[in-house]
């Protein structure tokens, strides 16, 4: 599909959503959500988020990371950023997060900026979607319109983690059932995935495709061998330092193409769960097409961001809107 025609896809999709109005509403979010209570709110979420990505890049990666996994576990609702307490112990310190999730600071300057311009008014689950949709325009031109008044939530435990995200050694039904469980379907996890385009992973999330496979190879074979012999010197056998990271994809770490699906295809997917996509005849097909047509990607990218901000918010008067995006009120 050529530029235009994407053009015409993403126009039409935000032309569809304008048309209702500033009134337009979704489970209780609201295009426009502060626009008279704090009509900067964007302005100041697009501006910290540009300046933090300026300094470093990869944060934009681990802006729509933290996107998912909040949003994947109590729904988007701030609850990743909250902080342990001496008598709980939060998401954020669950080792699916902590230490590879990065740019909390972005979001805490935001809310910061935020206080001081419109006191008590945009919640950090709010301020973390808007920062998600800005690094993905950051990071590849395309953008596309987030709905406001999520409330934050006043509950974050470490477990739920686990259940509710999914593990880098899933294989295809695992992966389908997890997205599954939150109301995506098995094109959406296909298109999501295509998020890894970008960023970066520790060695210990991909370390066992190298070294201790399976009983009958110590290499996953499914790992294409350049690959996986350039990987085993970033990542040596044994070493005991939790910070080596790898870029996701060393072609284009920064840019947010369908470059994943090439990776894919050529069998240097990092991540048993990405290989796995080439497991069914049917999400095999997915990833061949998207490969080849990134603005038809960027566009079903899009929608599927949009739905993943929508998941499980919860509005009104229920939950608050935190004063520190780490502590509850
Ligand atoms: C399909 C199931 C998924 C699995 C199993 C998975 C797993 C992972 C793992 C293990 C990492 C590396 C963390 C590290 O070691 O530093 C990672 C990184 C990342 N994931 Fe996923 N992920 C999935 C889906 C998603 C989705 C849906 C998104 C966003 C829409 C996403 C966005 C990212 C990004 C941007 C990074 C790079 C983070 C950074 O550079 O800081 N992932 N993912
Ligand atoms: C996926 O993994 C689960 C859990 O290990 C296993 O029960 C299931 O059979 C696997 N599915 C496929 C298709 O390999
Ligand atoms: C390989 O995996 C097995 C089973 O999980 C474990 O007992 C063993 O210690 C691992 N070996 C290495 C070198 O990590």
Known sequence: MGKERRMEMVLGFLVALLSWGSGFREDGLQMGFYSRTCPQAEMIVRDEVNMALRNDVGLAAGLVRMQFHDCFVRGCDGSVLIDSTPTNKAEKDSPVNNPSLRGFEVIDRAKERLEAACEGTVSCADILAFAARDSIAFSGGFGYPVLGGRRDGRVS?????????????SNLSQLIQSFANKGFSREEMVTLSGAHTIGRAHCSSFNNRLYNFST??????????????????QCPLNNNNG????????????????????????????????????????????VMRNAFDSSMWQDQFTRAMFKLSLLGVITGTDGEIRLNCGVIN
């Open 243 to 286: 910070n080596m990271v790898v870029p996701m994809n060393p072609r284009s770490s920064y840019t947010l193409d369908s470059s994943y699906y090439s990776n894919v295809l050529a069998m240097r997917g990092l991540f048993t769960s990405d290989q796995a996509l080439l497991t069914h005849p049917a999400t095999a097909n997915q």
């Open 157 to 169: 435990i470490l477990s739920e983690t686990f259940s509710n995200l999914p593990s880098p050694n």
């Open 216 to 233: 009958t190879d110590a290499q996953d074979p499914s790992l294409e061998p350049l690959l996986a012999t350039q990987l085993k010197q």
